[in-house]
């Protein structure tokens, strides 16, 4: 997983479910989130959770998702190839711009 911002938690490239974990896990800790409180704000288990983050490959979408929205989390799907620079822009441009 490449972690853009190496100060504070921003985004990463996910390609592999380990990488997700990690990211998933990154993400809560900076926030000072334990998997108890998350898995009660996102109606998963804490052994799903913990699954999750050491990268367990058959944890539903749906799960995911759900608990990817309890921490204030979005999934964007970007063509491969793009560099940083180009996520930047994309992510922060509005929906009616054409990048």
Do not use: H, W
């Not at 974990?21 to 109606?43: D, T």
């Not at 990817?68 to 190839?81: D, Q």
């Amino acid at each position: 997983m490449k972690t853009i911002d190496k100060n504070k938690f921003k985004y990463a490239k996910v390609d592999s479910p380990e990488a997700l974990g990690e990211a998933i896990r990154k993400f809560r800790k900076s926030r000072g989130q334990p998997i108890s409180i998350v898995a009660g704000l996102s109606n998963t288990s804490p052994r799903c959770i913990s699954e999750l983050e050491r990268g367990k490959d058959t944890t539903r979408v749906g799960k995911v998702l759900d608990l990817m929205n309890s921490l204030g989390l979005e999934m964007y799907v970007i063509p491969r190839g793009y560099d940083s620079e180009r996520v930047d822009i994309v992510l922060n441009s509005t929906e009616d711009e054409d990048v």
